[in-house]
């Protein structure tokens, strides 16, 4: 819930003031509709009807106006509550990240626990260096069934004397694979690089750059990621790093593509 909230309220920045009015007058008119006090200014009975006000004489002597629950109520009325501190606020921010920072480490535990033999990894797909493990595709699952193991003990195989711990689900090569395509693509960015811009015209077959270069032409003007539609949302991302890792994500795709096809021939 936390990363949903701030994608709309980034989504909302990101709306231009056109469209930002167009839905601000739908609110007023939804409000008004339902007898809201805030849009009617007369407070409205649980029906949803709005509710006279009586004239009732204050202590002062002066008129004051109030409802008739209110005039027939002998007590005090109640005090608006103080905003809460930013003290308070702070805390609240502070105990909902450490909830979601728990719930992740539970899913990370499970994601390693994994069955690594009915569903065996298939590629890196990212490194988390903070965590210090690996989010690894799994052969027969969509994607998002990823497994997570321990980058140290998948690179400590460099160590063995067979080169492969056969208790790691990652094998030596898998990581040897994805390090080497992250150096083969800062490689092709600083040889693609143009007075600190990317020269993506005519590039070599192989390049790492085939993903950033279509999704450069896609946001020409006419293409869906020209404009943001009404029913979508913005989402900040680094470009470099998106372009890798679906350039990443679609090599994999293919080599196990190519491997299945020789198996079936």
Known sequence: ???????????????????????AAMRADLMAAAGDPAISGIPATAEGRKEPRKRVRSEGGKQASKTK???????????PCPPPSSKRLRAAAATEAHDSGEETEDDDKLRMECDWTKHPAAFIISENVKKGHYLVARKGLPLTDYGVVCSRTAKLQRMAESGTNTACPVSLSMVEDFEAFGKRFRMDVHGAQDDNELDLEDLPPGSTLEMCALLGKLREPGYELASRGRSDIWMKLPLLATCRLLQLVLDAERRLAARSQRTEE
């Open 69 to 79: 629950d209110e005039a027939a109520s002998d007590g005090e009325s109640e005090k």
């Open 1 to 23: 819930m936390p990363e949903l909230s701030r994608l709309l309220a980034s989504a909302w920045r990101a709306t231009s003031v056109e469209d930002k009015a167009a839905y």
